[in-house]
């Protein structure tokens, strides 16, 4: 078995602070794509880039429309793919939508889409995960800061940083009701969290943080450094996101749910492998092993 190294350590006995040992963009300079020039500069020194409009009116509602029909079915409910919020009982998460949801693939599979994850990663691409989020009014909890790449990289075997999130708004982002919050520039340094991974910690993780948490210390050093920028904005706007950039996101107690669709792009060429820092990878719902390039 071939030995990979592990460039970004994490869930030690003490907290580790290393320099990115990877590109952020990875195609070529004047690689052909959908992201101007200038906008992928923007992407590389900040780890996020925003588009006001990606979906229409029309498509908005549609998704809409399936969104709802997942959360209300049953059936959903009762699978281990839909997460539960612990005091409303609601749905806060359905994971796993582009294979369960005709809909929800075809959305993967616009070139809107895939054609951004693409460029930014310099290759073909597959799905290392996909999801809806509710995030009702009245009391849905909030995602604590975190690195999506440390979980990754620690509990699903992802090699390099070579991913790239998109969250697709279907409903009007506020400044009020939960929005994504990104600390600018933070995707430039890997934090690896302190503690050890427990066995299935995914099945409290996906309702509350715990492993894979920065400390106050180091997220106050990191929120100084770089300053906090919170997304607003209408439905059907985007925003795609480096793996490693410090995000996270607050409780919903207005009225007004927030919720979107989030799709995790993986380069082909960053296959997973065993897990780094976890007893057993994740389901394969969660962290996928499907390296099937998306088409």
């Known amino acids: 078995m071939t030995t990979v190294t592990d460039l970004y350590p994490s869930r030690g006995t003490s907290e580790v ?52 029909r997942m959360v209300t079915d049953p059936a959903v409910r009762a699978d281990e793919r839909s997460i539960i919020e612990p005091q409303s ?20 599979r616009d070139e809107r889409v895939v054609g951004r994850a693409r460029q930014i990663l310099g290759s073909d691409v597959y799905v290392h995960q996909s999801r809806i989020n509710v995030k009702p009014g009245f009391g849905a909890s909030g995602f604590y800061w975190h690195s999506d790449f440390e979980t990754w990289h620690a509990e699903d075997g992802l090699p390099n940083m070579r991913t ?19 600390m600018p520039g933070s995707h430039h340094t890997f934090l690896g969290c302190s503690g050890a991974t427990p066995k299935d910690n995914y099945k409290k993780s996906l309702q509350m943080q715990d492993a894979g948490t920065p400390s106050d210390e180091a997220l106050t050093k990191f929120a100084s450094q770089h300053g906090i920028k919170l997304f607003t904005g209408r439905a059907g706007s985007a925003t795609w996101f480096d793996c490693n950039c410090m995000h996270g996101s607050g409780d919903n107690i207005t009225p007004f749910p927030r919720s979107n669709v989030f799709i ?27 390296f099937t390039p998306v088409k």
């Not at 602070?17 to 794509?33: F, I, K, L, N, Y």
């Open 17 to 68: 602070s290393v320099p990115r040992q990877d590109p952020v963009v990875w195609s070529e300079p004047g690689a052909p794509g959908p992201i101007p020039a200038a906008d992928l500069q923007g992407y590389e020194r900040d780890g996020f880039l925003a588009v006001e409009q990606l979906i229409d009116d029309e498509e908005v509602a549609l998704y809409r429309a399936e969104l709802e």
């Open 89 to 108: 009982q609601e749905i806060r998460s359905v994971f796993e939508v582009h294979k369960t949801s005709e809909i929800f693939a075809q959305l993967v």
């Open 164 to 182: 790239v999130s998109v969250s697709i708004a279907l409903t009007e982002n506020h400044d009020t009701n939960g929005g994504l919050m990104i």
């Open 264 to 290: 995790v792009f993986n380069s082909v060429e960053n296959a997973a492998v065993e897990p780094f820092a976890a007893p057993v990878r994740r389901p394969e719902f969660i962290g996928s092993t499907d």
